[in-house]
């Protein structure tokens, strides 16, 4: 289950940066009439953006994961 939330989170998280970069490259190109210059780069910034936001999450993830924290959850309970 955290997979699933992880991937719609990262899903998510790319689509509104990606979409973020394109609105205001779009408004930027619109005012100074410089179509498509800066929509592209809007565009590369959230693509970016989300690209960094991905890889400090799975930083994070790893970094649980090594501390032995990979669940979330209680602890298991004892097997004696």
Same mark, same amino acid.
């Given at each position: ?7 719609? /989170? ?5 689509? +509104? +940066?990606?979409? +973020? /970069? ?18 592209? +780069? ?5 693509? /970016?953006? /989300? ?16 501390? =032995? =924290?990979?669940? =979330? =959850? ?7």
């Amino acid at each position: 289950m955290r997979a699933v939330a992880f991937g719609l /989170g990262i899903g998510v998280t790319m689509a +509104l +940066l990606i979409s +973020l /970069g394109v609105v205001l490259g779009r408004s930027v190109d619109a005012k100074l009439g410089t179509d498509p210059a800066f929509t592209v +780069l809007g565009l590369l910034l959230g693509l /970016g953006a /989300g690209i960094y936001a991905l890889i400090r999450q799975v930083g994070a993830i790893a970094s649980d994961e090594r501390r =032995g =924290g990979g669940t =979330g =959850g209680p602890p298991p309970p004892d097997a004696a």
